[in-house]
Every structure is written in structure tokens, then in C-alpha cells.
């Protein structure tokens, strides 16, 4: 701009230059005329270049700057001319993310404000689409009447917008393990870290000879077991699949765009329960949100799923033996991956060693191939309950049990 303003002054005063020289060689009505015509159509562009942005001021005002995916956004532009000098023409343009290019409606009007002193500008932004974005500059545009000149200035304001993953209510869906609603298991795939015996219970093939009520035995006529208070936690820790191999195949956009909708969903659902939970994901180093309850935990890891994107260079099956490892007994496991290999089971069976494991699968198929099948089979085998999710809203009519209450017809 500044370029443009400098060529336009040198051609001018050139131009000046000769014509004065013209007249002053001819002489004569028309050569001073042409000079005198041309100097008051050259000092009225000059006005035109340093005028036209004086005591100008330009506000934008966003609707939210926090939204859900799917949402509107509107945007006011206010522009405040308090210049005597009239602006024939105006033109605003935004600096908006090239996402949102072909889904905005009312963008670079021009306006005729002439000696108007406020001006007011608005446009939407329809079906947000989830990510973090920055709304740059704002460029307004003028110029003068006879089309000669134009110009221009920056204002500098940003803004950052957040969209979170699209969240539907979860119906269905408590979080525990079968085992966690009344099936026994023997007690030596179970380590009580507390001596406090807080009853007795029938006696289970697996259980320790140590584990014997011996005169609860003696009174009742039959092995009875000890029932220890257990030290265990019930947190959920969330685990999105953000790694590049898991999202290779095709349609892997709206596959992930939905993964990262299933883990809002679940997450807001545990929040609204007073669950406390967690999430780490596999980047490197892996990113970990401690556990809580509260709204800033939610804020965090939302904001962090909104601008998530499937490029993490970590092997997922490997990061998942490693978090097994590092987690506290019964713990809900609750990963959302695309895969449903024969190594991605073994990492669950990992997993189900420190507590109960739920698996959300998002699908864009209508049927498993048969390596996916022999790998869900495995999974389910394993204890982990399976959900195939085609869409979001699925999330809102599960049932307990695992997969029948939510997949599709796949296999």
C-alpha cells in the first residue's frame, strides 16, 4: 500500500510538472486551464488518500468465542468515521480462517456511507466446524469518485474462536465392568491392598485356602471366603486415538471428526455424573490431564479435543501396555480408536489388568473385513466391552452389554 501511495505521488507531481511547464511554454486559455482542472483533481485525490482514515475506528464483536460444532457465528463489524471528509465507498474484508470461506454469508460487502458516521457490518459463519481458529485483521477499503484512487488500512484486532466437538446426551452407558455389577470373580485375579474384613461371601473355585472364614466355615456348614475392603478407584481416563496410522484409510476426517465427538459426549457425561476422570493422549511426550471433577479439568481437556488433529507419530498399541502400566487399579479405561486389529486387543487384555476397559470404535463402513472381525471377537474375549459407533447420536440409545447395544450391522 505504502508502494502504491509513493508511484501515485511521483506520477502526480510529474504530471503537475509537465502541465505547468506546458502552460508556461504555450500560454493561452486551454494549456492553464488543463493545469488549474488537473491541480484541483490532484489535490483532491491527495485528500482523498490522507483524509479518508483520519479519526476512523474499527470494533468487531463475536457473537461467543466459544462454540459446539455444528453451531453459528455472528460477527458485527462497527466502523466510527468521525471525518468531515466523505467516503463515496467502503469495503471490509476479514481475515477468516480458509475453512470458513465457503461457509460464510454477507462477506466483503461495499457500503455508500458518504458523510455517515457509523457504519455497521454483519456476517455469519454457518456449521462451524470443529478446530481452533484465529480471525485475523480487519482490512477496510476506500476510495475516491472518479475511480483513481484506492486505499487502504489494516486494524489490527484478533480473535481466537474455539469449537468443540459436536456433544450429544449418552444414554445407556455407566461406565463399569459386567464384574462391577454383582458377577464374582476368584480372588486371585483380584489384590485387596486393605486387611479390614468387611463380611464373607461364598466360598469361589480360584479363591486362597487363606481366604477361608474358618468359623463362619464351622457355624454354617460351608466354605465361606473372606470379603476384604479393596483400595480401588473408579475414575475414567480417556484415551483418543490421535495417531496417524490408526486414521490412514479413507474418509479418515469425518472418522476422526467423530471420534473426537464420542470422547466430548463421554466425557460431559461423566462430568454431569460426578465422576472424576482424565485423559492422556499419545503424542510424545504424551499429553495427560490429571484427573478432577470440576469444570476447569472439562474446559481443558475440551479445548485440547477441539484442536486435535490424527498426526501423532506414536505406535498406540505400545503407548496403551505403557499407560496399563502407570495407572491405578480400577481405573475405567475408556479408548476411542478406530482399530480393531489382533494387536490392538492384546493392548486392552493389558488394560483389563488394572481395570474394567471400554472400547469406542468409530466406523464410516457398513461392514467389518474380516481381520477387523477376528479382532473383535479377541476384544470381546478379553472382557472389553466393544461399541461400534457409526454416528454421534448412537451415543444416546446404548445399552448395557457392550456391542449389541451399539453397533451397526457389520458382520
Not at 44 to 53: R, V
Not at 309 to 333: A, H, K, Q, Y
Not at 399 to 407: D, K, L, M, W
Request: proline share 4%; net charge positive.
Amino acid at each position: 500500500m505504502r508502494l502504491r501511495v509513493g508511484l501515485t505521488a511521483v506520477i502526480t507531481g510529474l504530471l503537475m510538472a509537465g502541465l505547468f511547464l506546458f502552460g508556461m511554454v504555450t500560454g493561452g486559455f486551454f494549456a492553464w486551464f488543463l493545469f488549474y482542472f488537473s491541480l484541483v483533481v490532484a489535490m483532491y485525490e491527495w485528500a482523498t488518500l490522507f483524509a479518508s482514515f483520519r479519526r476512523m475506528r474499527v470494533q468487531r464483536q463475536l457473537s461467543s468465542h466459544r462454540l459446539t460444532a455444528g453451531q453459528n457465528l455472528s460477527v458485527r463489524v462497527s466502523i466510527v468515521h468521525k471525518s468531515a471528509w466523505p467516503l463515496f465507498w467502503v469495503r471490509i474484508h476479514e481475515g477468516l480462517p480458509a475453512r470458513w470461506l465457503f461457509q460464510t454469508s454477507g462477506l466483503d460487502r461495499i457500503h455508500v456511507p458518504l458523510w455517515r458516521r457509523n457504519i455497521q457490518y454483519t456476517y455469519t459463519v454457518r456449521g462451524l466446524p470443529r478446530g481452533v481458529y484465529q480471525i485475523g485483521d480487519t482490512m477496510v477499503e476506500t476510495g475516491d469518485l472518479l475511480g483513481f484512487v484506492r486505499v487502504g488500512r489494516k486494524f489490527e484486532h484478533s480473535a481466537r474462536v474455539v469449537v468443540y466437538p459436536k456433544v450429544v446426551p449418552v444414554r445407556g452407558w455407566s461406565g463399569h465392568a459386567p464384574d462391577e455389577y454383582g458377577e464374582r470373580q476368584p480372588t486371585n485375579r483380584r489384590s485387596e491392598e486393605s486387611s479390614n474384613v468387611i463380611g464373607v461371601r461364598e466360598f469361589v473355585p480360584g479363591d486362597r485356602i487363606s481366604r477361608i472364614h474358618w468359623p463362619m466355615t464351622a457355624r454354617r456348614g460351608s466354605l465361606l471366603a473372606k470379603e476384604f475392603e479393596l483400595h480401588v478407584t473408579s475414575e475414567f481416563k480417556f484415551i483418543p486415538d490421535n495417531t496417524a496410522t490408526s486414521y490412514a484409510s479413507e474418509g479418515q476426517a469425518a472418522k476422526f471428526d467423530l471420534a473426537m465427538s464420542i470422547t466430548a459426549s463421554l466425557m460431559r457425561y461423566a462430568y454431569d455424573n460426578r465422576r472424576k476422570f482424565g485423559m492422556v493422549v499419545p503424542v510424545q511426550p504424551h499429553l495427560s490431564f490429571p484427573t478432577g471433577l470440576d469444570s476447569a479439568v472439562l474446559n481443558r481437556c475440551m479445548e485440547s479435543l477441539a484442536a486435535m488433529l490424527p498426526n501423532s507419530s506414536r505406535d498406540v498399541v505400545s503407548f496403551l501396555r505403557r499407560i496399563s502400566d502407570e495407572s491405578t487399579r480400577g481405573t475405567v479405561f475408556v479408548v476411542i480408536s478406530p482399530r480393531l486389529d489382533k494387536d490392538m486387543a492384546v493392548a486392552l487384555s493389558y488394560l483389563k489388568r488394572q481395570g474394567s476397559v471400554q472400547l469406542f470404535v468409530p466406523l464410516t463402513r457398513d461392514r467389518l473385513t474380516e481381520e477387523e472381525h477376528v479382532g473383535y471377537e479377541r476384544m470381546l474375549a478379553s472382557g472389553a466391552q466393544v461399541y461400534l459407533i457409526r454416528n454421534v447420536d448412537q451415543l444416546s440409545f446404548l445399552r448395557r452389554g457392550g456391542a449389541p447395544g451399539a453397533s451397526i450391522s457389520s458382520h
